[in-house]
């Protein structure tokens, strides 16, 4: 398989959560390419769950990969950029997927004594595959012992693999809140309720919590990533939204964000005479290595001599956290060189790590688990 041919025309068809349909029929394609004698397949949904049949098997071994891709506009300049407007595999899913491809292939000409699964899950960027996944019956039918999976990361050099014991990504909420007030001319303020000077506010005002309600020794992330209201510039708004994400390290300090931010919404409607309804969205549970399944392939990357280092925890999410909680297993980011962060419609990853991800993910399935 050619890694890098793979991986860019996946880029050119990114699909948001439960939309990937074109990529589900472009995975189909290459696996089709693959031997089939030792594979079966089931479509779940958007994704796929694919099984090469052990050679003498005792159990199931688990690679997951996520599928979908982001609402962002492409900036990168890639002569082979997204064909979809305003999508963009802006967080390495591409990667993701090109690597669970190589691997399967792998497997597939020269299977392992376990039967091995590889997941392709819909919806990790919202609103959530993880958890709807499992509790499939096709998943239930082929539930892997063990379990892992790797993340793309800018943060390390490329095929470079980081990972640590303990958390290594957070518990996330996502944050809807609709503020209603009264709409009406622009010139006759005093004969409505601004609804976007309410979502203004809130917006200000909960940017205290965690500087003022969250232990400083303690880590958290509240961000409203988008805002939208009104329908013209000399109407006033009777309706604005705001959309945000939560991140904590434990789930007391989300019940007191949650609790900080419905008291400060509570005040902006008595303040400012409005309505509200707020939607927490999906929620994803934090991905927590245990050192019992970490450590041993933090001890297999250095007899193998694979480039590792420890990384700390970090503030984004996955829904691979789910999976964790109730099957054996472990995480890893993967370094792709310097480039500008995730979600950032220029994130252009560094190739050359596709070939390390797909040796590092064979070789243990084959030789480490
Ligand atoms: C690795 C990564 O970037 N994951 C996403 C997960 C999204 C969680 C959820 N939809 C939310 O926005 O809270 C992230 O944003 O960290």
Redo the contacts with the bound molecule.
Sequence with gaps: MDYIAVRRALHQIPEIGFEEVETQAFLLEQIQQMPQEHIQIMKWKTGLLVRVQGTQPSRTIGFRTDIDALPVKENTGYPFQSRHDGKMHA?GHDFHMTIALGALEQIAQNPVKDNVVFIFQPA?????GAVPMMASDSFQKWKPDFIFAL?VSPEFPAGTVATKEGIL??N????FIDFYGKGGHAAYPHLTYDAIVAASHFVVGIQSIVARRVSPLNSAVLTI?KMSGGTKQNIIAEHARVEG???TLDQETMALIKDDIERQVKAIEIAYHCQSRIDY????YQVYNRKKYEQPFVDFCTEKAFPYVICGDA?????FGYFLKEIPGFMFWLGVGKTSG??SSDFKPDESALEQGVRVVSAYIREGI
């Design positions: 967080c990790e960027e919202g609103p959530g993340h990504f957070a996330t909420s996502e944050l990533g994400t939560i991140r969205g999906a929620n994803y503030m984004t999410g996955e829904d995730l979600h």
